[in-house]
C-alpha cells in the first residue's frame, strides 16, 4: 500500500542551526502539507502546497520557514535557526485530490532542539 | 473561522467495554468535512473515516461506528468491545468546503486519549 515517508525519523539539532526535514509523498498526490504537533497537544497546520507553491499558510509558518519541492518526489520543509520551542513532531502529509478525499500522513519526524 | 472541540482529554476503560469519544465543532460552511484519526504510541497518524457534511448516515465499520448529527454539530466515535490495542490518542479534525485547486487543511482537536485495561 502507497505511503506518505518521512525521514529522519529523529534529529537532534543545537539551537540556531538550520534543518531539513524531508518527505516522500504518495506518488500520484497533489496536495501536500506540513503539520507540527507539540509533545501532548494537539496537531497544528503549518503549510499547505499546490502546484508548485504554498497554497495557504498558518501564523506559524514565519520566515524561519520554508518548503520545497526539488524534483517530482521530494516535499522539504526547512527551519533556518530554529528555537527550543521549534522541538515537535512534524508531520507531512498528502492528499490525492482537494475534493472529497482524506489526507495520509507520514510516519512524522521527532526534532528535538537542544 | 473553524474549531474542533473533543472534550475528553482522558477516558479508561476496561477491555471489552463499549466507549464513546465525543467530538464538536464549528464551521461557518454549509459544506465540510469531518474526519477521524487515530494516534497510536508510536505517534504516527492512522486514518479512519471521512465524512461529508451532506451525508448524515451513520455508519459502523467492525467494531468502530460513527453518529454525525448536523443539528449539534457533533460527530461521535463509538468503539464497541474495547480491546487494548485500541488504546491511543484519537483526534476529530475538520475541513472546510474545497474547491479544487484549494489545498484546505485539516483543523484538528486536542485528542482523547483512550487507555483500555486487560
Known amino acids: 500500500e502507497p505511503e506518505v515517508t518521512q525521514t529522519p525519523s529523529h534529529q537532534v539539532t543545537q539551537m540556531g542551526q538550520e534543518v531539513i526535514l524531508r518527505c516522500v509523498p504518495i506518488s500520484n498526490h497533489l496536495y501536500f502539507y506540513w503539520y507540527r504537533q507539540i509533545l501532548g497537544q494537539k496537531v497544528e497546520f503549518l503549510v499547505s502546497?499546490?502546484?508548485?507553491?504554498?497554497?495557504?499558510k498558518s501564523e506559524i509558518f514565519d520566515d524561519q520557514f520554508s518548503v520545497e519541492r526539488p524534483d517530482g518526489s521530494n516535499f522539504t520543509l526547512k527551519i533556518r535557526s530554529t528555537k527550543l520551542e521549534d522541538s515537535a513532531m512534524y508531520f507531512c502529509?498528502?492528499?490525492?485530490?482537494?475534493?472529497?478525499?482524506?489526507?495520509?500522513f507520514g510516519q512524522g519526524t521527532r526534532l528535538t532542539v537542544v | 473561522a473553524q474549531k474542533v472541540t473533543q472534550a475528553q482529554t482522558e477516558i479508561s476503560v476496561v477491555e471489552k467495554e463499549d466507549v464513546t469519544l465525543d467530538c464538536v465543532y464549528e464551521?461557518?460552511?454549509?459544506?465540510?468535512?469531518l474526519f477521524w484519526y487515530k494516534q497510536p504510541p508510536s505517534g504516527e497518524l492512522v486514518f479512519l473515516i471521512r465524512?461529508?457534511?451532506?451525508?448524515?448516515q451513520n455508519e459502523i465499520s467492525g467494531r468502530y461506528s460513527w453518529n454525525f448529527q448536523k443539528s449539534t454539530s457533533s460527530f461521535n466515535f463509538t468503539i464497541t468491545a474495547s480491546q487494548v490495542v485500541d488504546s491511543a490518542v484519537y483526534f476529530c479534525?475538520?475541513?472546510?468546503?474545497?474547491?479544487?485547486?484549494?489545498?484546505?487543511?485539516?483543523?484538528f482537536g486536542s485528542g482523547t486519549q483512550l487507555t483500555v485495561l486487560p
Open positions: 502546497f499546490y502546484n508548485n507553491e504554498i497554497s495557504e
Open positions: 502529509a498528502s492528499r490525492l485530490d482537494s475534493l472529497n478525499t482524506e489526507a495520509f
Open positions: 465524512r461529508n457534511s451532506f451525508d448524515e
Open positions: 464551521t461557518r460552511d454549509t459544506t465540510y468535512y
Open positions: 479534525a475538520l475541513s472546510e468546503a474545497e474547491m479544487r485547486g484549494s489545498a484546505r487543511q485539516l483543523t
